[in-house]
Structure formats: C-alpha cells, structure tokens
C-alpha cells in the first residue's frame, strides 16, 4: 500500500510537471514576441515610421489573441471527444513548431513584404494552438485534483503559465546585457524563439507518457462522450460561458497590461532601459507568480467567489494611483508600483482556473473553456497592447494603461457578483 501511494504521488507529480511545460511554453511564446516587439517592428515592417510599424507588429499579436476561439473549439471538441492526453500532445507540438521557425525567419530587408506575412501565419498557428492548450491544461489538472484541494492543484497551469513569463523576462534581460543593440538586432533576438522550439519538444515526449484523466476515462465507460460538444455547451451553458468571458475579463486586461505590454511602455514611453525593463518586468512576474498558490490555497479555505472580488475591487481602485508612481526616475518605486500590481493579480489568477473548471460539466469542461478563455483574452488582453497604444497617442494620457485595467475591471466585477459558490463542487 506505501508503495501504491508513493506512485500515485509520483504520477501526480510528473502530471502536474507536464502541464506546467505546455503552460510555460504558451506565455513564454506569448511574452518573447511583446517583449522583442520593438525589434521585430523594425526586421519586418518598412524601418520609415517606427510609431506605424509598432503598431503593426502589435496588430500581428492580437491577431495571434483572435486566432485563439477558433484553436479553442478545434481542441476543445478533441479534447472532449478523444481524451484530455490527446489535446494536449497535438496543441504543444502545435506551439512549438511556428515558435521554432519565427527564430528562422528572413526580415522585410531580405524578402521584403512576405516577411510580415509569414510572420502573422506563424502567429496564427500560434494562437490556434494556445487557444487550445489553457483548456486543456486546467480540464486535465481538476479532473485529477483531490476536491479540498483543486483551487491550489488547478493553480498550477497559472504557475506555469507564469514561469513562462518569468523564464522569458530573465533570458530577455540576459541576451540583451550580453550583445549589443547592433547584434541583438541583427540575430540575438532569435535565441529565445528556437528555445521556445526545444522547450515544445520536451513538452511532447513527456505528455506522450502519461496517464489520462480518470474522469474523462469513466465517462468513456458509461457512453457519456458528446458527439458535438460545441453544440452541447451553448445548448446547456450559455449562462456559463456567459458568466465564464466576465470571470476572465479582468485577468486577460491585467496579464495584457501589466506583463505583455509593460516592457514596451517602460522602454517606448517612459525611456527606461531595455534590460532594466526586463529585469524589472521579471522581478515583477516572479513576484506574481510565487503569490499564485497562496490565493489559490485560499479559495480551497474561504471560497473563489470572495478571493476573486476583492482582487477585483482592488483593482478598481488601486490602478491608476500605482500607475502614477511609474513615471518616476525612481527604479525602486517602478518595481514597487508594478510588485503591488502583480499581487493584486494574484487575486484574480489564483482561483480562476478551479472556478472556470467547476462551471461545466466534464463532458463538456474543455470546449466551455476553451470558448469562454479565448473569447474573453482574445479581446480584453489580446487586443491591450494594441488599445493602449492608440490611446496614449490620441489623448496623451500616461495613465491610460491604468484606466483601461479599472474599466475592465469594473465589468468583471459584474459578473462576479452573480457568481454562485464552486467551491467544494463536485465535478460530475
């Protein structure tokens, strides 16, 4: 008996370890091509107006963010029809292959126009697959997790996800101390992305070993599997999805804002270093990050529905004072203002993945995710750095960031409100 309870802690280890490889892989995509958005505007754009070609590579990147509700269904309705291990095989395989091939790519100086072209299908790939991987990733997770403890498991797929980002900060900061701009333009930021190709290919050996979800595999049992589980979940959960695009409104918004875009906004707009953004943004995540599991563990005591507004309510108000401080040549006040930040995110991200999991049922858990997740990032945070540009340049407003947060913010506490408890929920 010791020994079948040390496999089974094993295998749930080694479960938890494979979702967090995709996970991290999904942000550390995400976060390279925002961070290094400055330098792929000028490899592949026209280098006559940096402001346009800016905005076109953000263009790109919320096209990747739209490209994720379609990627969603596809793996979602794999995801419930064929398993949960299978779902998560293809998406990171998915991922990884445009990632690799971004880091090989001729600039607009070489091929000229068909630069950015490749460049946007590679990002669709991109999007497709990460639209898949999420759902995936949080369905797999609860579906394995002991009830009493399923908000702090779940969480796990936020600290992957997260250590994507911080993983990508650091290795950004560091390629950018060590090479000059010179050669950091012309090859250096294509390291990371063949990283990202490597990572993909250690994600896929190791999801193709594991056990699949004990849910999934009783549902099968019984001839529970939905032929149609897109059509199943806006027959049964609309209501849901509804109430799921609200839960992640703010988070998308906050992710968007306070860890995509910021380098961006620190370098382009407020003229700090690029590597001291770097290293900040990273002090930032790893702060965010390390807070994760503690309001997930807190969810499992107090319940999601209470974690969730207060952060919210936070965020309501504390936006635009801290947003204030950033302006400062204080580097030190930077990194407290966006700590403060990436804490009261940790409110928000801590129980959202058990709470969206607990919303449906599991013959259709994935693909009422999935369509949930990606239509509310796809807009709230796909579309942030985007927004956020065109809003500083039409008002000039610094703080723009901060108002788009709070208003975003504000329509998600909405749905929270009528959000009934999920905590202790069985999942059936």
């Known amino acids: 008996m010791k020994e079948l309870a040390l496999a089974n802690i094993k295998q749930k280890k080694i479960i938890v370890l494979t979702t967090c490889i995709g996970s991290l892989l999904e942000m550390y995509d995400f976060v390279i091509y925002g961070f290094f958005a400055t330098i792929i505007a000028k490899q592949f ?48 395989a998915s991922m990884g292959i445009p990632i690799f091939i971004i880091g090989l790519l001729p600039t607009y100086q070489t091929i000229g126009d068909a630069a950015p072209i490749l460049l946007l299908i590679c990002r669709i790939i991109q999007g497709l697959s990460v639209g898949g991987e999420f759902p995936g990733a949080i369905t797999f997770l609860t579906e394995h997790a002991p009830q009493q403890s399923r908000g702090y498991t779940a969480s796990w ?36 992305f063949i990283l990202g190709g490597i990572i993909a290919l250690l994600g896929y050996y190791i999801r193709k070993n594991i056990a699949e979800s004990p849910l999934y595999v009783q549902m099968k049992k019984k001839h529970l599997i939905m032929k149609n589980p897109v059509a199943e979940t806006f027959k049964t959960s609309k ?13 998308a918004a906050a992710i968007g804002t306070i860890f995509l875009f910021m ?6 707009y407020l003229k700090i270093n690029f590597t001291t953004a770097l290293w900040i943004n990273a002090f930032n995540v790893l702060i965010f990050t390390l807070l994760i599991p503690f309001m997930a563990i807190l969810s ?14 936070l965020f309501i108000f504390n936006s635009y004072p801290l947003f204030l401080l950033l302006p400062s ?31 449906f049922a599991t013959n259709i858990r994935t693909t009422g995710i999935a369509i949930a997740y990606n239509l509310s990032f796809g807009l709230f945070g796909g ?9 500083i340049k039409r008002t000039h407003n610094m703080q723009s960031p901060a108002i788009y947060l ?15 408890e999920t905590k202790g929920k069985s999942l059936d």
């Open 239 to 251: 209501l849901n999805l509804i109430k799921g695009f609200g839960l992640i409104s703010v988070m």
């Open 263 to 268: 380098p961006t906004y620190l370098t382009y």
């Open 329 to 359: 040549n204080n580097h030190y006040l930077v990194m407290w203002a966006l700590a403060c930040l990436g804490a009261l995110a940790s409110f928000i991200v801590g129980p959202i993945a058990s709470t969206l999991a607990e919303l």
């Open 300 to 313: 499992d005591k107090v319940g999601r529905k209470p974690v969730l507004v207060i952060g919210t309510l």
């Open 383 to 391: 579309l942030a750095p985007l927004l956020i540009t065109a809003l």
């Open 45 to 92: 754009f026209p280098p006559n107006n940096m402001f346009i070609s800016l905005l076109a590579t953000f263009g790109i990147f919320a096209i990747g963010y739209f490209a994720r509700p379609l990627g969603g269904l596809i793996f979602g309705h794999l995801s419930d029809r064929l398993g949960r291990k299978s779902s998560l095989v293809y998406s990171v």
């Open 406 to 420: 709070s208003l975003t913010a504000f329509i998600s506490l909405l749905f929270m409100l009528s959000l009934q």
């Open 157 to 192: 797929v936020f600290f992957g996800i997260n250590l994507g980002v911080v993983v990508a900060s650091f290795l950004g900061a560091i390629i950018t101390a060590l090479l000059p701009n010179s050669q950091l333009e012309i090859w250096g930021w294509r390291i990371p």
